[in-house]
């Protein structure tokens, strides 16, 4: 019985279960506001009889502060108390508490776009997928030549203004044009009168130490898409993704077998089109396949071969399957779902457009 009431103990799902039913911890403030999301009444007196893995009948008696469980026969009869639990443990179990875990990935800054977790080199842990901007986007930061997003009100008007700079033989230098960061900030025309003073000057000599000093700086010094094989104890091997699917962004990883060999493989979803004119857009992926070589290393497909062709901005994919084929439904920015069907001999897909209906 001690080990069931353990079980029971370390069960959340089954306690969140237990208060949603209705019966709360009577006068036990803590665990109201823990729980202060459920829709519950406490009332002092309330049982709740219910069944547990095992074949165990069990009930559960509120009396003020306190839970009592017992174990019931099929009768109902010669309940056997299993154990109790007061409004101050309880108020404990429900509380979520987060703690980040270091990692050597925490250096890693990029313009992150998806993640996605699977073990896909087969040792037992689970490794991360990580969408990036990737390797063909107009600013091209690395750990020495950083990106980085300056912020602050630089114009003293209350309002928050952004800066982007790169990295220019050491120097933080302005990423937008003199008539644009003057749309922004006009005090710079005033100290800037020629195009040619300003494409001189970083951020530091455009605006006083005291303005930098208070700046929230973030920074971007990595832009592939990668796979982090997972060594354990927070220690992760970085594996960029081919080059092939480094053209565009990533904005959605489903990992599915395609082949059917008993490997994860990877189906990306890619494209943006909303830069400023300068950047670009990041258009150059048609959906890219990656297939596992069971190392976790992966093959990028042909689109010749795969049947992709995705010009749109993908944003989501999902898996669909019947009693005998199997379909991955494609979600693009303004244009028709995709349908495609995996062609399962061939390790092909073969793809239609969803019409809306009228």
Same mark, same amino acid.
């Given at each position: 019985m001690q080990s069931l009431w353990a079980d029971l103990v370390h069960s959340r799902a089954f306690w969140v279960s237990y208060v949603a039913a209705g019966v709360d911890v009577f006068g036990?403030?803590?665990?109201?506001?823990?729980?202060?999301?459920?829709?519950?009444?406490?009332?002092?007196?309330?049982?709740? =009889?219910?069944?547990?893995?095992?074949?165990?009948?069990?009930?559960?008696?509120?009396?003020?502060?306190?839970?009592?469980?017992?174990?019931?026969?099929?009768?109902?009869?010669?309940?056997?108390?299993?154990?109790?639990?007061?409004?101050?443990?309880?108020?404990?179990? %429900?509380?979520?508490?987060?703690?980040?875990? =270091?990692?050597?990935?925490?250096?890693? %800054?990029?313009?992150?776009?998806?993640?996605?977790?699977?073990?896909?080199?087969?040792?037992?842990?689970?490794?991360?997928?990580?969408?990036?901007?990737?390797?063909?986007?107009?600013?091209?930061?690395?750990?020495?030549?950083?990106?980085?997003?300056?912020?602050?009100?630089?114009?003293?008007?209350?309002g928050i203004d952004k800066i982007l700079t790169y990295t220019v033989n050491g120097r933080d230098v302005p990423v937008f044009l003199k008539h644009e960061m003057e749309e922004q900030i006009p005090g710079i025309k005033k100290e800037n009168l020629k195009n040619e003073d300003y494409s001189k000057k970083s951020i530091q000599e455009l605006f006083s130490a005291n303005i930098i000093n208070k700046c929230i700086v973030k920074k971007v010094n990595y832009t592939s898409s990668c796979v982090a094989i997972n060594q354990g104890n927070g220690k992760f091997t970085i594996q960029n993704l081919p080059a092939r699917a480094q053209l565009s962004c990533v904005n959605i990883i489903h990992s599915i077998d395609l082949n059917q060999d008993g490997h994860p493989d990877l189906v990306l979803g890619c494209n943006q089109f909303g830069f400023q004119p300068q950047f670009e857009r990041l258009d150059a992926s048609l959906g890219d396949i990656l297939i596992n070589n069971g190392k976790g290393v992966f093959i990028w497909q042909d689109n010749a071969k795969t049947g992709l062709t995705l010009k749109g901005e993908v944003r989501d994919i999902q898996e669909i399957k019947s009693k005998t084929k199997r379909y991955l439904l494609f979600l693009q920015n303004d244009a028709y779902p995709v349908l495609t069907e995996i062609n399962d001999k061939e390790t092909k897909v073969e793809h239609e457009t969803v019409k809306r209906s009228k």
């Open positions: 036990c403030p803590t665990l109201h506001a823990d729980l202060r999301t459920l829709e519950s009444q406490p009332y002092s007196g309330a049982s709740l =009889t219910f069944g547990f893995p095992g074949g165990h009948l069990l009930r559960l008696r509120v009396s003020a502060g306190e839970h009592q469980l017992e174990h019931l026969d099929d009768d109902y009869d010669n309940p056997q108390l299993v154990g109790t639990m007061d409004c101050h443990q309880m108020s404990d179990l %429900f509380r979520w508490d987060f703690e980040e875990i =270091t990692t050597n990935l925490q250096q890693l %800054f990029g313009w992150w776009q998806s993640v996605t977790c699977e073990d896909v080199n087969g040792d037992g842990k689970p490794d991360l997928i990580l969408g990036n901007m990737g390797e063909n986007f107009y600013l091209h930061p690395d750990s020495s030549n950083p990106v980085k997003l300056w912020i602050n009100d630089f114009d003293q008007n209350g």
